[in-house]
């Protein structure tokens, strides 16, 4: 089935700068979705991309797909204390969601 | 609309021992998934249901199963519990049956304790 894997695992940021995590597959992806956990929370979706090359914004994220549906990447600009949490990309493997590892990011204020 | 409502929300079992979780999907979802959460493993796809029936079962042993009753609600179990099954699990659901690849809505999860 489907898999995705999700880079970096970690990433610690001072408050104000970019944070970038990346998922990529071996296989085309009929779409991509991506969930945020916060600390103690649960995931909570975030957005779904499914056109290739497609690029969406979302106040300071921006979220891409890739030309070829094999990678897709979630960029945050000038990071803020309320964006820690783990964030994962996830895709459907038939009639199921398969997430990736999630990148935890924590943020230095 | 209520959310996705998972019980109980916190609980402590012995190695052995048997455990139910229950999941309420919103009003409407028919398709249910769980997943396991460990630190160490990110989030394990358990199984799907969607209208009383199981579609997809993750790479789990047999002492985890589950079933969806005709309201929509689910229930997962694991019997003869180890230690490695302490986690949060997390239940999850969605409108819409084959082929539909909607948002999934999660519940707050179970956070089991195996001692």
């Known amino acids: 089935g489907q898999q995705v894997m999700q880079i970096p695992q970690y990433q610690h940021v001072q408050e104000g700068e970019d944070f970038t995590t990346y998922c990529n597959s071996s296989?085309?992806?009929?779409?991509i979705q991506w969930y945020k956990q916060r600390p103690g929370g649960h995931p909570v979706f975030l957005i779904q991309?499914?056109?290739?090359?497609e690029v969406k914004k979302q106040k300071r994220l921006t979220f891409q797909f890739g030309e070829a549906k094999k990678n897709s990447s979630l960029h945050i600009t000038a990071t803020q204390t309320t964006d820690v949490g783990t964030y994962f990309c996830?895709?459907?493997?038939?009639?199921?969601?398969?997430f990736g590892a999630g990148t935890r990011l924590t943020v230095k204020p | 609309k209520a959310g996705v409502t998972q019980t109980p929300r916190y609980l402590i079992k012995t190695r052995g021992q048997q455990v139910t979780l229950s999941c309420s999907p919103i009003?409407?979802?028919?398709?249910v998934s769980w997943y396991q959460q460990t630190p160490g493993q990110g989030l394990q796809f358990l199984f799907e249901?969607?209208?009383?029936?199981?579609?997809n079962k993750g790479n789990f042993p047999g002492r985890f199963s589950g079933r969806q009753f005709s309201n929509s609600r689910s229930e997962m179990n694991v019997s003869t519990l180890e230690l490695g099954d302490s986690a949060l699990y997390l239940c999850?659901?969605?409108?819409?049956?084959?082929?539909?690849?909607?948002?999934?809505?999660f519940g707050e999860g179970s956070r089991l304790t195996v001692l």
């Open positions: 996830a895709v459907y493997n038939n009639n199921d969601m398969r």
């Open positions: 999850a659901s969605r409108t819409a049956g084959t082929g539909y690849t909607g948002e999934l809505f």
């Open positions: 249901y969607f209208s009383e029936t199981q579609r």
């Open positions: 296989t085309t992806l009929s779409n």
């Open positions: 991309l499914v056109k290739s090359g």
């Open positions: 009003s409407g979802h028919r398709s």
